[in-house]
T-cell receptor, first 111, second 112 residues
């Protein structure tokens, strides 16, 4: 059974800082890993999807890495902005399309 | 292009009543998923449709939950009878073959 853990559970940083969110998973036989963002009262927005054969994906100020053998992924956010404040969720797909989610990291970027 | 829409956004019912949640996926998306987040827990998979067929319903909690997707378009998730532990946020998502998921805003279900 896949277990996904996200550390830290909450994070508060001043604007402009670079930051790293961590995700670990117990079963390395994954199909892909996705990072999502959720704003209060809203649905989840897919940020980055990394296939199992890939090591990283980048989109703007976001960079996600994947180390399948060690069961880890990191989401790097460069030059954080108050608009980045949200909950960030890591989700792993082993097979069959079902995603296994972590509990998320709640990020607050203060002006 | 319209995103995934869910109705209602909130529902408050009493234990023992029936509630039906609806999801309209993005047009053309054959894959439709239901997920649920119970307070304090992570988001959990409920089931997956490919067009009108249930591909995987391994996450459905019990037989009080019934999901349908008639004609391969919108989907409904019925809870009958509702119990207190069914409270949570129910998310619907859709995707094409590449598996990038698009989520709706969710239905907040409160069972009193």
């Amino acid at each position: 059974k896949q277990e996904v853990t996200q550390i830290p559970a909450a994070l508060s940083v001043p604007e402009g800082e670079n930051l790293v969110l961590n995700c670990s998973f117990t079963d390395s036989a994954i199909y892909n890993l996705q990072w999502f963002r959720q704003d209060p009262g809203k649905g989840l927005t897919s940020l980055l999807l990394i296939q199992s054969s890939q090591r990283e994906q980048t989109s703007g100020r976001l960079n996600a890495s994947l180390d399948k053998s060690s069961g880890r992924s990191t989401l790097y956010i460069a030059a954080s902005q108050p608009g980045d404040s949200a909950t960030y969720l890591c989700a792993v797909e082993n097979s069959g399309y079902a995603l296994n989610f972590g509990k998320g990291t709640s990020l607050l970027v203060t002006p | 292009e319209a995103g995934v829409t869910q109705f209602p956004s909130h529902s408050v019912i009493e234990k023992g009543q029936t509630v039906t949640l609806r999801c309209d996926p993005i047009s053309g998306h054959d894959n439709l998923y239901w997920y649920r987040r119970v307070m304090g827990k992570e988001i959990k998979f409920l089931l997956h449709f490919v067009k009108e067929s249930k591909q995987d319903e391994s996450g459905m909690p019990n037989n009080r939950f019934l999901a349908e997707r008639t004609g391969g378009t919108y989907s409904t998730l019925k809870v009958q009878p509702a119990e207190l532990e069914d409270s949570g946020v129910y998310f619907c998502a859709s995707s094409q073959a590449e598996r990038k998921l698009f989520f709706g805003s969710g239905t907040q279900l409160s069972v009193l």
